[in-house]
């Protein structure tokens, strides 16, 4: 039925908006995990990351979920460390 819709002169613009939409989030649901858009939390992890230890963020860390981990996990150590290090008090002079 909705294929002979669409062979009529006065097809309706929207649905071919619908299925463009709905193509495009099923093609991202089957892609691999790694390929898939990076969660909110590890954007915010990541840029947060870059800011604090004055790193580049790669573009892909943001494009993709597997970029963003392997991000995440170089710096992941040094991150904590530092903001260890900075919520520290500082101690009084000895000398």
């Known amino acids: 039925m909705q294929r002979e819709r669409g062979c009529r002169e006065d097809f309706d613009l929207a649905f071919i908006e619908?299925?463009?939409t709905s193509f495009a989030n099923v093609l991202t649901e089957c892609l691999d995990t790694d390929l898939q858009l990076p969660t909110d939390s590890q954007v915010k992890y990541a840029v947060d990351i870059a800011r604090e230890l004055g790193v580049s963020l790669p573009a892909d860390a943001l494009r993709f979920r597997g970029a963003a981990h392997d991000?995440?996990?170089r710096f992941e150590e040094a991150f904590r460390s530092s903001r260890e290090r900075r919520r520290r008090p500082a101690l009084p002079n000895d000398g």
Request: aromatic share 16%; proline share 0%; charged share 35%.
């Open 71 to 73: 991000f995440i996990d």
């Open 18 to 20: 619908r299925l463009s």
